[in-house]
């Protein structure tokens, strides 16, 4: 993994807060907070951020063409934090995603694990900042079937 990639951007998203989505996912997470589910602008549960991902496509990317093994690809690790409260229902965010950090360990199968730490920041209407998402994607030096158990 090159650190060639680090603050690489990819293109800019918008994400609607629904109304309905918040509800289908404070659902979905066995939720019965009343704050997710009444009212005409309920609050969004605090992981409710991980579902950008459906307003994205390739080009929002920060990747861009580099080439990943997804045999070897791990989701290590996932972090909100929010400059308010969560987004109610009703929002516009504009969202864009970096990648902010890449550094390499050492694996116990062998061969050494990528860490690339990827960043998406949450704009409101006004450009204000409302959260940050913090992901840490590994890839392993070996796919499971090549490194045998440990």
Same mark, same amino acid.
């Given at each position: 993994?090159?650190?060639?990639?680090?603050?690489?951007?990819? %293109?800019?998203?918008?994400?609607?807060? !629904? /109304? $309905?989505?918040?509800?289908?996912?404070?659902?979905?997470?066995?939720? #019965?907070?009343?704050?997710?589910?009444?009212? !005409?602008? &309920?609050? +969004? &549960?605090?992981?409710?951020?991980?579902?950008?991902?459906?307003?994205?496509?390739? +080009?929002? #990317?920060?990747? $861009?063409? @580099?080439?990943?093994?997804? !045999? /070897?690809?791990?989701?290590? @690790?996932?972090?909100?934090?929010?400059?308010?409260? &969560? &987004?109610? %229902?009703? %929002? *516009?965010?504009? $969202?864009?995603?970096? *990648?902010?950090? *890449?550094?390499?360990?050492?694996?116990?199968?062998?061969? =050494?694990?990528?860490?690339?730490?990827?960043?998406?920041?949450?704009?409101?209407?006004?450009?204000?900042?409302? =959260? @940050? +998402?913090? #992901?840490?994607?590994? !890839?392993? $030096?070996? =796919?499971?079937?090549?490194?045998? %158990?440990?």
């Amino acid at each position: 993994m090159s650190e060639s990639l680090v603050g690489r951007q990819g %293109a800019p998203f918008q994400m609607v807060v !629904e /109304r $309905g989505k918040i509800r289908e996912f404070a659902r979905a997470t066995k939720s #019965s907070n009343p704050e997710y589910l009444e009212g !005409e602008h &309920p609050l +969004s &549960p605090v992981t409710f951020l991980c579902a950008s991902g459906f307003w994205q496509d390739e +080009s929002n #990317s920060p990747w $861009g063409d @580099e080439p990943r093994n997804y !045999e /070897r690809i791990l989701h290590g @690790e996932q972090e909100f934090v929010f400059f308010g409260e &969560p &987004p109610r %229902a009703g %929002a *516009i965010l504009t $969202g864009i995603s970096r *990648i902010d950090r *890449i550094y390499e360990k050492a694996g116990r199968r062998g061969g =050494a694990m990528n860490f690339t730490e990827t960043v998406t920041e949450f704009r409101d209407e006004t450009g204000k900042l409302v =959260a @940050e +998402s913090r #992901s840490t994607v590994i !890839e392993t $030096g070996q =796919a499971p079937s090549e490194g045998g %158990a440990s």
